[in-house]
C-alpha cells in the first residue's frame, strides 16, 4: 500500500479521532498511517474487551471495527457500542457471508468493506461516514406530522422526543424527509445516503427497519411506508 499523496492530504477533514479495532499489526499499522497521513489521530486495539474500553474512555469520531477479533468478536463489540452510541462504524471484514451475516442481525454498522480492500476506497468511505455523521447547511428543519428532522444538528426527533440514529439512519431519513409523500428507490436512497459505498439494495432495507422500529419507540412507526416495487417514502399525511 501506498500512502496518500499529499495533494489527497487533507480531504477528510481534519484531527478526527479514529479507534481502530484489529488484530493483525501489519494491517493496524497501515491503516494508522493511512490516517494519520490524512491528519486523523488515531487509538488501536486488538480484541473486543480492549476495544470497548477504549472507545468508553476515548470516545472516537468514528471506530474501524475488524469482525475476527479474539474474545468478544466484532459483532458482539458492535452490538455493546450501539447499545451506548451512534458513532459512526466501519466494519472490516474477511468474508462476504459476514456482511450477510451483519446484514441479517441488522445491529446497525454505517459501512461495511471486504478485506483486501483498497486504501483510497477505505479513505473514501471513511470521509463519506464522517461527513455523514458532521451535518450539513443550516436550514428549516424538515417537518412530517409529529417528525422533525433537522440537517444542520444533525437531530430528529418525534414531538420533541429525540430519535437516536446512526449517521446512515439519519441520513436515509432526511432523504425521505425532504420529500414528504415521495416514493423514492433503493438506489436513490443509497446514493443520497452511501455516496461512496457499493452498498447493495438491502442494505438501505436494514437500516430503515432499524428506522421503523425506533419511530415505533416513539408511537410514529406508521409515517414510513414501503412501496412494493420501488421503495420507501414518507406518508405526507399520517
Same mark, same amino acid.
Do not use: C, W
Given at each position: ?9 487533507? !480531504? ?10 484489529? #488484530?493483525?499489526? #501489519? ?13 486523523? %489521530? ?13 472507545? $468508553? ?6 471506530? +474501524? ?13 458492535? !452490538? ?6 451512534? @458513532? ?16 441479517? +442481525? ?11 480492500? =483498497? ?37 430528529? =426527533? @418525534?414531538?420533541?422526543?429525540?430519535? !437516536? ?9 432526511? !432523504?425521505?424527509? =425532504? ?18 459505498? #457499493? ?23 406508521? +409515517? +414510513?411506508?414501503?412501496? %412494493?416495487?420501488?421503495?420507501? $417514502? ?5
Amino acid at each position: 500500500m501506498t500512502p496518500p499523496s499529499a495533494s489527497d492530504r487533507g !480531504k477528510l477533514g481534519s484531527m478526527a479521532l479514529v479507534l481502530i479495532v484489529e #488484530d493483525n499489526p #501489519d494491517i493496524a499499522d497501515t491503516l494508522e498511517l493511512f490516517l494519520q497521513s490524512e491528519t486523523h %489521530r488515531t487509538e488501536r486495539a486488538r480484541d473486543g474487551n480492549a476495544a470497548l474500553t477504549l472507545f $468508553r474512555a476515548a470516545q472516537p469520531d468514528l471506530v +474501524l471495527l475488524d469482525i475476527g477479533l479474539p474474545g468478544l468478536d466484532g459483532l458482539e463489540v458492535l !452490538k455493546a457500542i450501539r447499545a451506548e452510541s451512534e @458513532v459512526p462504524v466501519i466494519m472490516l471484514t474477511a468474508r462476504a457471508e459476514e456482511v450477510d451475516e451483519l446484514l441479517g +442481525l441488522g445491529l446497525g454498522a454505517d459501512d461495511y468493506i471486504t478485506k483486501p480492500y =483498497s486504501p483510497r476506497k477505505l479513505m473514501a468511505r471513511i470521509r463519506a461516514a464522517l461527513r455523514r455523521s458532521s451535518g450539513g447547511e443550516r436550514h428549516t428543519p424538515y417537518r412530517v406530522g409529529g417528525l422533525e428532522v433537522d440537517t444542520y444538528q444533525v437531530r430528529a =426527533s @418525534v414531538e420533541g422526543e429525540e430519535l !437516536k440514529l446512526t449517521p446512515t439512519e439519519f441520513n436515509l431519513l432526511a !432523504k425521505l424527509a =425532504s420529500a414528504p409523500g415521495k416514493a423514492m428507490s433503493r438506489a436513490e436512497l443509497i446514493e443520497a445516503a452511501l455516496p461512496d459505498s #457499493d452498498a447493495l439494495d438491502r442494505v438501505v432495507d436494514v437500516h430503515l427497519k432499524n428506522v421503523r422500529r425506533k419511530l415505533g419507540e416513539l408511537g410514529a412507526d406508521q +409515517l +414510513l411506508e414501503t412501496v %412494493r416495487g420501488v421503495g420507501y $417514502r414518507l406518508r405526507d399525511h399520517p
